[in-house]
């Protein structure tokens, strides 16, 4: 049983401070807490509502041998952030889905993507093109917030992620090993870009796009040119129509 | 001004029944009345809540002659379904973004797409590909809900919509002269589909994707084929992507 002041620090990580000082976040809904457990990903409690239905065989077993609590309704709501909760969550230890070095041949960075659906939805297509590594950017929502969480659809577990404290420092450093394609209007055919080799992809905050300091960094830009009337592609769509072409 | 009962109407647009009654629907924000005033479309009345410090210069010019209310913060409350309000929204006649006959060579379908926010991007990517005419099916979310609306970012004004009071039969008159071409998992790579030629574009809800009938229908299923271990794509990535493919 959690007792009373863990109840309360669970509840205090829908705060994204009190997230980085315990290193847990709450990862919510089935799907989320199946793939949480799948991954192996520490997990520090699992708790569902009063009268949940459970889950298929595969959440049963992968609880099996865990315990997980049963918390009324208002319990759980302080626990929770959806309106309409599946009733259940996981607190996980997000430590092992950090890396400090990048080692894959393809990586995505996030520059200034403040909107929480467009991160997670990113995360879920990287996962999905089998990019494994991204980095977030020290402007960005946090990686962490339940909305991002809960967009990932549980690709959060499935990818490694580095926490950028100065975007363009870390793309520097990348640089010698890397060439820095950054998504901008105005560039070149994103189909005409340079093949093969180690590649970082940047994608930026739609509205202001990328820094300058990142479009001076960046060996490329590239555009996905549009035909009508809207100013503009929403991020996570331009993301992935990027990321489908990657060879 | 607007009298109370008007307000009270105006206030109704929320709800889905009531828009289906008046063929009316509120679009909140900056950008989006803009893009409605500059399209033309019929608009019945423009609320800014009190303080608002007005637009730029195009929406200075578009406002121009037209009558502008100002409402006191709980007033415009009534109207505005975000948390945080840009402070403008206009009452628009969303007659003539419909159409009942459909002309274009490419054309988009969704079935059963529930998410608000994933079919206004859906409409705002179309937009951006030139891609005119979408039909939506009676098992969607209401086209003019608010969220569907903001989500577009004023794409909503650009397009013309086909709603289908069964989209199979829609499908079906279509055939004669158009290819049917489904987006589900477990067919051919989209990127192989044939070129040329009129088509229509059948995206689905992600979790369920599109119905018996639909595949029955349907002369060509694509797929995005995944590397990693995503179970599914956002749908409106997935038609982001195949949308770019478009020749």
Redesign the interface.
Known sequence: MATKSEMKRYASLKDRKARAESDLFIAEGR?IVTEGLRSGCPCENVFVRKGYLGGDEEMNRLLSGREMEVLDEQEFRKLSDTRNPQGILGIFDYRNLLVKDLAEDTIIALFDVADP?NMG?II?????????EIVIGETCVDLFNDKVVR?T???IF?NRFHLASDLSSTLSALKPEYRIVTADIGGADYRKRRIGGKRVFVFSNEARGPSRDILEISDEIVT?T?????????V???A??IM?DIE
Do not use: P, Q, V
């Open positions: 799907k659906r939805t879920r297509s990287a996962d999905w093109f089998g990019i494994r967009s659809m549980g690709s499935h996905i549009g035909k009508g009337r809207a100013e503009s592609l929403n996570s769509c331009a992935a129509i489908a």
